[in-house]
Nanobody, 124 residues
Framework: QVQLVESGGGSVQTGGSLTLSCTSS????????FGWFRQAPGKEREGLAR????????YYADSVKGRFTISRDNAKNTVYLRMNDLRPEDTAMYYC?????????????????WGQGTQVTVSS
């Protein structure tokens, strides 16, 4: 059973930056895909970025491309989401997720494991 724990959320002003962390454990399969999602009140969960457990093949949603960077530190079993140039519309609960096997889109139901979420609030 993969376990995910997010940290790093908080409150920033427009244009600020935050780095979210997702520490994972409990791997049993040969490969995993890690993703970052967010959900604002009244909105659907939105996929933002994903990366393989090897730290390769990062991929971004158009909404965050150029502002957010996903990376992985294998020594620390941690996936990061560096968020720059934050805007009020980035305000949401941010979730780390994982699925065994290959990365396949940003469909939330394709991810088997989820963290508890960390809140990001961007004020104007």
């Amino acid at each position: 059973q993969v376990q995910l724990v997010e940290s790093g959320g908080g409150s920033v002003q427009t244009g600020g930056s935050l780095t979210l962390s997702c520490t994972s454990s409990g791997y049993t399969d040969s490969t995993y895909c890690f993703g970052w999602f967010r959900q604002a009140p009244g909105k659907e969960r939105e996929g933002l970025a994903r990366i393989y457990i090897t730290g390769t093949w990062p991929y971004y949603a158009d909404s965050v491309k150029g502002r957010f960077t996903i990376s992985r530190d294998n020594a620390k079993n941690t996936v990061y989401l560096r968020m720059n140039d934050l805007r009020p519309e980035d305000t949401a609960m941010y979730y780390c997720a994982a699925r065994s096997g290959f990365c396949a889109g940003f469909t939330a139901t394709a991810y088997n494991y989820w963290g508890q979420g960390t809140q990001v609030t961007v004020s104007s």
